[in-house]
């Protein structure tokens, strides 16, 4: 009778590289230590989602690889989708609520300022800035994606590497 969001911004990634494109630019070493540091964070409450969907970028495929290592994950449960690089918030809108409602728990990866308004789009309280590596998690009382909105989210939180907890 839920469904629950995780709305993940990849990790803290590189302009280091000259010639390097945006699309291909890696997470620093701060983006993966504050990747496994969130990840612990889920997996010590329990939260581990169903399926995860992450952009084909560097930073957000290497920032995917480091949750399901933590969450001991399937590959066969994940999904490099294109169209997240690019997308913006009706985009990642229209793609989470065609998920098949089997799915209870859904996690994706991308990129801000989409991700800041998607979670935005199903807040009362707004979020000024999801930083690298920060998560929202929501969850919904509907069984079917298509139907998650504001009025019926029950149950939130909002966390980042810096958060004190």
Do not use: C
């Not at 997996?43 to 992450?54: D, E, R, V, W, Y």
């Not at 290592?69 to 399937?74: K, N, T």
């Amino acid at each position: 009778m839920h469904k629950q969001l995780f709305i993940v911004r990849h990790g803290k990634s590189s302009r280091d590289y000259g010639n390097i494109s945006d699309f291909d630019r890696p997470l620093k070493e701060r983006g993966v230590t504050d990747g496994y540091l969130m990840a612990e964070r889920l997996l010590s409450k329990q939260l581990i989602p169903q399926k995860i969907m992450s952009s084909p970028a560097i930073r957000a495929l290497h920032s995917l690889t480091i949750f399901a290592r933590v969450f001991g994950y399937p590959y066969q449960n994940m999904e490099i989708n294109e169209a997240i690089y690019f997308a913006d918030k009706n985009k990642m809108l229209s793609i989470i609520k065609h998920t098949q409602n089997h799915i209870e728990s859904l996690m994706v990866i991308g990129h801000n300022p989409t991700f800041t308004g998607l979670s935005n789009h199903f807040l009362n309280k707004k979020i000024e800035n999801i930083p690298t590596t920060g998560l929202v998690w929501l969850k919904f009382e509907t069984n079917e994606w298509a139907k998650i909105d504001n009025n019926n989210l029950v149950e939130y939180f909002f966390d980042y590497p810096k958060n004190q907890i």
